[in-house]
């Protein structure tokens, strides 16, 4: 039985002789030679993600100005930014809004420009204390001189999501897109066969502390991303039904490629981020590579029907994610369009990517930490009666 190590792999991307592969590469690669045979000359799967991705942002340390200010508020670009952490440190959320261009523009602008290298209009206020006199000031910044920037994303790369669609006589505007009435069209995220956590769906090689890329960038796994709840229905091949796990991630955006983190603007929803993500997976043994050979076809989520406004929204059928990507699904006797919300081109770029950082040496395999929680119980927010007391 061929067993390696990532200390055994890492040695080989040193020497420059490890086999890496993309996550549909080893599809055909192990249909034409076999298990054993594929196990022996491959050392690493890289998969790879890029969608819209709401729950990200960034940390920034602007400097201290002189005479010193604690700034209390902060708006970049007129983007108002979180300053309840220190003196001059700062977050950012992505589908933060625009104080004057509302849904126009928001956080996933400013780090978008912040990437790209532009000058960032800095707006910040204090109520000034003694060792902090300063009450205001007013600059322009950009990635070459503020101290820290890195991009801090509570929940990324969900594992699986289902699709949507709309059932009602009326347009929707939502996270998913335009849903168009009448089940106009079914909209879906994920980069199917690609995905990082449907290649490792029980997290046996990605943890806390894997390395990974994120935005052009080399960054980590930081923790468990919030919404984690892999306790959830899988297929026979312990791909999950739904959501289940997610990943928080921390990379420098000094060294991020906006190519890879786009700004984005859904009608009539706001705004969001496009995140590029790669995941190195290492073949430690005939078990892994069977889990990055989930073709497809083998993967399967809900369509769910958006216009259901109280109580849980009803599943109407399960799909593959092969036919998602035919173009079209039969829904309630018609065929209903399907509509891509992440770009399966992007993705394969960012394998490929990966891929080559890899063979020429210049990213090497972490092994986590820690394991991702395999159990976990997310909490339904419940409305409640206030009552005088």
Not at 146 to 168: C, D, G, H, K
Not at 289 to 315: A, C, H, N, Q, W
Not at 344 to 368: T, V
């Amino acid at each position: 039985m061929v067993m390696k190590s990532i200390e055994e792999i890492n040695a080989r991307i040193r020497e420059g002789t490890a086999i890496v592969v993309t996550a549909e590469e080893i599809i055909d690669l192990v249909a034409e030679k076999g298990m054993k045979q594929a196990l022996k000359e491959v050392d690493v799967v890289t998969t790879a993600t890029f969608g819209p991705m709401c729950s990200s942002g960034a940390f920034i340390n602007f400097g201290h100005s002189d005479p010193p200010i604690r700034m209390s508020k902060v708006r970049l670009n007129g983007v108002p930014a979180y300053a309840g952490i220190a003196a001059v440190d700062a977050y950012i959320g992505a589908t933060e809004l625009s104080e004057t261009k509302g849904m126009e523009y928001g956080g996933a602008h400013v780090i978008e420009e912040l990437i790209a290298g532009k000058d960032i209009r800095l707006e910040a206020e204090s109520y000034g204390t003694d060792c902090y006199p300063r009450r205001e000031i007013a600059t322009h910044i950009n990635k070459n001189n503020i101290n820290q920037a890195f991009m801090f994303n509570p929940r990324n790369a969900y594992q699986n999501y289902s699709a949507a669609v709309n059932t009602s006589a009326r347009t929707l505007y939502t996270y998913m897109g335009t849903l168009l009435p009448e089940c106009g069209n079914v909209a879906y995220s994920t980069a199917g066969q690609l995905s990082p956590l449907l290649n490792d769906p029980f997290y046996r090689t990605i943890g806390i502390g894997t390395r990974i890329f994120l935005g052009g960038a080399q960054g980590y796994v930081a923790w468990e991303g919030t919404q984690h709840n892999p306790a959830q229905l899988r297929g026979d091949n312990g791909v999950p039904l739904g959501g289940a796990g997610t990943l928080a991630l921390v990379g420098d955006i000094k060294q991020m490629d906006r190519r890879f983190i786009r700004a984005a603007v859904f009608e009539k929803y706001g705004v969001t981020l496009f995140v590029g993500i790669g995941i190195p997976i290492p073949l430690l043994d005939e078990d892994i590579l069977s889990k990055v050979t989930v073709k497809d076809s083998e993967i399967f989520t809900g369509i769910v029907d958006y216009s259901v406004g109280e109580g849980p929204r009803p599943m109407l059928r399960n799909v593959s994610y092969a036919e998602l990507r035919s173009g079209s699904v039969t829904l309630r006797g018609k065929e209903v369009p399907t509509v891509p919300l992440s770009s399966l081109n992007k993705a394969r770029e960012i394998a490929g990517s990966l891929k080559e950082l890899i063979s020429r040496g210049e990213f090497l395999l972490s092994q986590p930490v820690a394991a991702l929680p395999h159990q976990n119980k997310v909490m339904k927010l419940e409305l409640r009666r206030c009552e005088n007391a």
